[in-house]
């Protein structure tokens, strides 16, 4: 078969909600990927920061191949053990206190906004329901986190939006503290800010997010859905600004490719999610926390994210290099292996460029390359991807 035969078929039967570029991807390793008539690829895109440990690791491999022979799925009416040392595990390395597993990010975040208004009610009765969250972020594609996404044009077609929650620019102390009011009960933040362009927050921001939140008795939610799992070069991108919060969500690199996500709290915010309030049918199946189980130990155990820190230095000093060359590249930003390269105009083109030269990364918010490969990404590979830039760049001007 070739890509365009396969893309025909694709064409026919699909709901055509993805604009996909023309490669039928049908194997991996490492960062290398291969399409259906066997030509290579290094990906920096990575699944958008699902494959965080490289394509088909083979700890997580090995986890899948022996949890599919013992048990695929059980329900949540019982207890299921990976599902409990994944949830030991992810405690043992952040500020929560309990954990609840379901199967996507937009799924954790629904999680969270219901138990932040049951916390809500539980302590302040209903009026206080409202959920501050930024402009340019993004939350997730189902009603309740759509809302919570603070870009217009995904909502539209899609109203009326869930009642309770206003925007607010990200940075901007001043603006959240004037939003905050009666019937506000939780500031919900991406730490750094993924699909809106990587944006990093500014010095203090989370801080003070924290001790506005601490002084009028908000919860503090963050969607670490893409910047967690060791993106950043810590294994959760909060570490980096020494600021935890009340609950948070995780879900893409979580189980190394299989479908999971979570919903992390503390102690007493969790006390209100009790027997009968939330479910998930899937959530924290024993195939998906084995694997996610098989990740997060080789994320922890396996210099991964030393290998981030390291490899990022080397990223933003080459794509540094680039800006120094080229006046059309406005910036160079990121944290770790979310990287992020704004152009004066759009970037797609680029993408394309990219794809046809043995490279997958990905264009955000119109002008900004976006850089997220596996983890174990070398120096070597990334000199190739700079070079290959280089080369695509130099014949503009
Ligand atoms: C991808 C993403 C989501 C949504 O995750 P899905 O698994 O696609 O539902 C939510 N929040 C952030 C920050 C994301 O990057």
Redesign the pocket.
């Known amino acids: 078969m070739t890509n365009e035969e396969v893309i025909k078929v694709s064409q026919d039967v699909l709901a055509q909600t993805y604009g996909r570029f023309p490669v039928v991807l049908v194997k991996g390793q490492g960062c290398k990927v291969w399409d259906v008539e066997g030509k290579e690829y290094l990906d920096f895109v990575a699944g958008?920061?699902v494959c965080n440990l490289g394509h088909c690791h083979p700890k997580v491999v090995q986890a899948i191949r022996e949890q599919a022979g013992k048990l695929l799925h059980v329900s949540n009416l019982y207890h299921i053990e990976p599902q409990i040392q994944l949830a030991q595990l992810l405690i043992k390395h952040s500020f929560a206190d309990r954990v609840f597993f379901c199967n996507?990010?937009?799924?954790?975040?629904e999680a969270a906004i219901k138990l932040t208004r049951k916390y809500s009610q539980d302590h302040f009765g209903a009026g206080r329901f409202e959920i501050i969250s930024l402009l340019k972020?993004?939350?997730?594609?189902?009603l309740g986190?759509l809302a919570a996404t603070g870009q217009e044009r995904f909502h539209k077609g899609f109203e009326p939006m869930m009642p309770g929650f206003k925007f607010v620019p990200q940075g901007d102390l001043e603006a959240m503290e004037g939003a905050v009011g009666d019937s506000t009960c939780a500031i919900f933040v991406?730490p750094i800010q993924?699909?809106g362009g990587v944006n990093l927050p500014p010095e203090n921001y989370l801080q003070g997010l924290r001790r506005l939140c601490d002084r009028r008795k908000l919860l503090l939610i963050y969607?670490?859905?893409?910047?967690g799992m060791g993106r950043t070069g810590k294994l959760f991108a909060y570490e980096h600004y020494g600021v935890a919060p009340d609950i948070m969500?995780m879900?893409?690199g979580l189980a190394g490719g299989v479908?999971i996500?979570a919903t992390l709290a503390t102690e007493e915010v969790a006390k209100s999610f009790t027997p009968g309030t939330h479910a998930a049918t899937f959530g924290g199946n024993p195939l998906s926390t084995a694997a996610g189980l098989a990740a997060l130990r080789a994320t922890i155990e396996d210099g991964i994210l030393e290998n981030c820190q390291r490899s990022s230095v080397h990223f933003m000093k080459r794509l540094e290099g680039l800006k120094k060359k080229y006046p059309f590249i406005k910036d160079v930003r990121g944290k770790g292996l979310m990287v992020g390269l704004e152009l004066d105009r759009e970037g797609k083109s680029v993408v394309t460029d990219c794809l046809k030269k043995g490279f997958l990364i990905n264009c955000t918010n119109e002008t900004v390359l976006r850089f997220i490969p596996p983890l174990i990404v070398t120096r070597e590979e990334i000199d190739r991807l700079v070079q290959a830039l280089d080369e695509i760049f130099s014949g503009w001007s």
């Open positions: 958008i920061g996507s990010g937009t799924e954790a975040n972020s993004f939350h997730g594609r189902t986190a991406e993924a699909e969607d670490e859905v893409q910047v969500t879900a893409k479908p996500g």
